[in-house]
């Protein structure tokens, strides 16, 4: 007897579950409609993503807490010694 699509897809999935929870995350969180249209139309307009929005943001805020990788973001190419060797043993 030949099995539904749903029936081979639930199966596909329940085998592979853990498999995508060690790979990604889903985050279930609520913004307000107004900010999220906003949003929407602002990723919609220059092509982004919402995975390539939460990257530069955390990006940014993380520049904010790492001199080294501020700088290293916004292309700066004068580092003190002091700097460089902080930042080689932070790596």
């Given at each position: 007897m030949e099995k539904t699509r749903a029936i081979k897809d639930k199966r596909y999935e329940d085998r592979h579950k853990e498999e995508r929870?060690?790979?990604?995350?889903?985050?279930?969180?609520?913004?307000?409609?107004?900010?999220?249209?906003?949003?929407?139309?602002?990723?919609?307009?220059?092509?982004?993503?919402k995975v390539q929005l939460i990257q530069a943001g955390y990006e940014e805020l993380l520049a904010?807490?790492?001199?080294?990788?501020?700088?290293?973001?916004?292309?700066?190419?004068?580092?003190?010694?002091s700097e460089l060797e902080r930042f080689k043993k932070d790596k």
């Open positions: 929870k060690a790979k990604c995350m889903v985050w279930g969180t609520s913004v307000p409609r107004e900010k999220a249209e906003e949003i929407n139309e602002f990723l919609k307009k220059y092509g982004y993503t904010r807490h790492d001199l080294g990788f501020a700088k290293l973001k916004d292309g700066y190419d004068d580092f003190f010694e």
